[in-house]
């Protein structure tokens, strides 16, 4: 079985405890306007360019069999329309300024590169890490290399949006041993506005999570002028207070967290790359006094 892969990074430090590796599948049911990983957005193999880097020797123009590369007014240009991410091009970019974002992977060749690291994984109490994108748009390849990972012991996590069908997410439970989703926003309408979608789906695949014995981690990205009011993180944390403390009514010992995730502008080349627009460019990250205040909130439903 095949999946679409976007990244597999390892060592990783901030994607679950320990130290993990962290797999990343390609497509997203959301179109968040800030989203961190746009190469994850799309469901199929691109081509990200860097104009900056590149050289001028025409490489790419050669190979190209659909002519995606060309020269027009005596600059270069890339057609997007046309490109079929063949990634002919890529190999001949000796500079760096071509690079293919998805490739088809089966189970085996991912297990090969996880299963490097395991000493790191026993030794930190670390694992292995889904990510994305949105791992339940692969169910299928999600669910074979959690079933693999549980096979040779490695600590397994699920990072989610958590927006799919509910049957979707309780298959890929039997294998997980925690679970991290982020809620974006309380108010639906609101929430559409700013990812494509409303949130019932998200909220009561939440609801399903805490009805479970596997730790989950809320971990909520702080946007200015979207959710960073005192409103909007009091309303996500009284939610998932309330889900912990059903939780410690059900004499149940898993943990359920929460975090805030402050908004940085880093991804802003890779939008470019992909001749995508970057609608959260004018956004400025919200100061540590402010990030202080809103953990405040936090700290006063979560606390030990």
Known sequence: MNGLVFNIQRFSLHDGPGIRTTVFLKGCPLHCYWCHNPEGIRPSAELQVFPQKCIGCGECIRVCKQHAHQVIDNKKRFLRDRCIADAACVAVCYAGALELTGRRMNVDEVMAEIEQDQIYYDSSG??????????????????????????????????????????????????????????????????????????????????????????????????????????????????AGALQIERKKRHNPAEIRLELLSFHQMAGDKYKSLDMDYNARAIKPLSKTTMSELQDIVNHYFQD
Not at 158 to 176: D, G, N, R, V, W
Not at 190 to 208: V, W
């Open 126 to 239: 670390g694992g292995v890490t889904l990510s994305g994108g949105e791992p339940l748009m692969q169910k299928a390849f999600s669910l074979q290399l959690l079933k693999r990972c549980r096979e040779h012991s490695i600590h397994t996590a699920l990072e989610t949006c958590a927006f799919a069908p509910a049957e979707s997410l309780k298959e890929l439970l039997s294998y997980t041993d925690l679970v991290m989703m982020d809620i974006k926003h309380m108010d639906s309408d609101l929430h559409k506005k700013a990812t494509g979608a409303g949130n019932r789906r998200i909220l009561d695949n939440a609801r399903l999570l805490a009805n479970t014995d596997i730790p989950l981690w809320f971990r909520i990205p702080v946007i200015p002028e979207f959710n960073d009011s005192i409103k909007a993180i009091t309303d996500i944390t009284a939610f």
